[in-house]
């Protein structure tokens, strides 16, 4: 997957530089605010988090991914998958299933219509 | 009968790929929508949160706790001694910031913070972390060379000054106390929390200066 245009790299703040918004893409607030309800409501531990996020930061670099704001978070996501696969609270399969069924969805919804989960059903 | 114009298609092939979200955004809307199923999370939670990290919860927060350190000596002592409980007094305490420490700068001390493992942060009182304290170089360098990260912030620090570094935890986390800048004696809590910043907060910036937004 190649880097949007717009990923920020990492390093100091350039203090001269417009404010940014907190989140580049409105998909890594979403997996932030799924996890930390989660841990909030206790479906999985903070300490499990931080472990599973720390080990999915450490593949993606061995893997050679650039040091980057949306490899933060798809390795973020990587982890929120992992720990809810593993807790038996959304399975991979269960998920790649419905991934696939809101990406019917989007193909077959025309442009300025609500997407609905229903458009991708069989 | 019907003709096969190729490049009519691969432009609706375009325009339909143009619709359809990244695959982790798409693949985050399928987790979303599973638990929200499943009753495991509100919509309406998810979208409080987002709205309240994008726009409400910042290092505003933050400012206020420091600049009530500068002016108020026993609320400088309750911070230093439980800030987890301190930050009650402002309503500020979060699940992330259950177990809070607060280090304070001196003439002859700098503090500085970071997650070695992930990227652990007091985001309840300190908003979302910046991209740069997610970095793997941040985190790693950090560590190894505090001087050498301070000084491509922009704080060169003199030999004299011991540098501290924090390893944030998911158990325990931390906010620097910056030093008060000369100049300011007699400002309002308002005035001083305006002239605190995010990063030195977080140790990456050290001499505040009064005057400054």
């Known amino acids: 997957m190649s880097a949007p245009e717009t990923d920020r790299r990492f390093g100091p703040d350039d203090r001269l530089a417009p404010d940014a918004p907190e989140f580049g893409e409105a998909w890594h607030a979403q997996v932030l605010a799924v996890a930390d309800t989660l841990i909030t409501s206790g479906q999985i531990g903070a300490g499990d988090w931080a472990a599973a996020l720390g080990a999915q930061l450490r593949l993606h670099q061995g893997e050679g991914a650039d040091d980057t704001e949306s490899n933060y978070y798809v390795a973020a996501l990587a982890a929120l998958e992992g720990l809810l696969d593993g807790g038996a609270i959304v399975s991979a399969p269960d998920l790649n299933s419905r991934r696939d069924i809101w990406a019917r969805a989007y193909v077959a919804t025309p442009h300025g219509h609500p997407v609905l989960l229903s458009a991708g059903q069989d | ?213």
């Open chain 2, 1 to 213: 009968m019907t003709s096969y114009d190729s490049d009519k298609a691969a432009k609706i092939q375009a325009h339909l790929h143009s619709h359809l979200p990244s695959e982790p955004a798409l693949r985050v809307k399928a987790l979303e929508s599973l638990l929200v199923e499943r009753g495991l999370v509100a919509s309406e939670t998810l979208d409080a949160w987002v709205e309240a990290y994008s726009e409400e919860i910042g290092p505003r927060r933050g400012a206020q706790v420091v600049a009530r350190a500068w002016v108020d000596a026993e609320f400088k002592a309750r911070l230093l001694d439980n800030a987890a409980q301190a930050i009650v007094e402002f309503g500020f305490e979060g699940n992330a910031t259950g177990d809070l420490k607060a280090v304070e700068n001196t003439a002859d001390a700098h503090n500085i913070v970071v997650c070695t493992l992930c990227s652990c942060y007091p985001f309840s009182l300190l908003g979302m972390s910046p991209p740069w304290y997610k970095s793997a170089a941040y985190r790693a360098r950090v560590v190894r060379e505090p001087r050498k990260v301070l000084a491509e912030f922009g704080v060169d620090l003199g030999d004299d000054i011991a540098v501290r570094v924090w390893d944030s935890t998911a158990e325990i986390r931390y906010l620097v106390v910056p030093q008060r800048p000369a100049g300011t004696e007699g400002w309002d809590e308002a005035a001083l929390a305006a002239i605190v910043t995010r990063n030195s907060m977080i140790g990456t910036d050290r001499e505040l200066v009064a005057g400054a937004e």
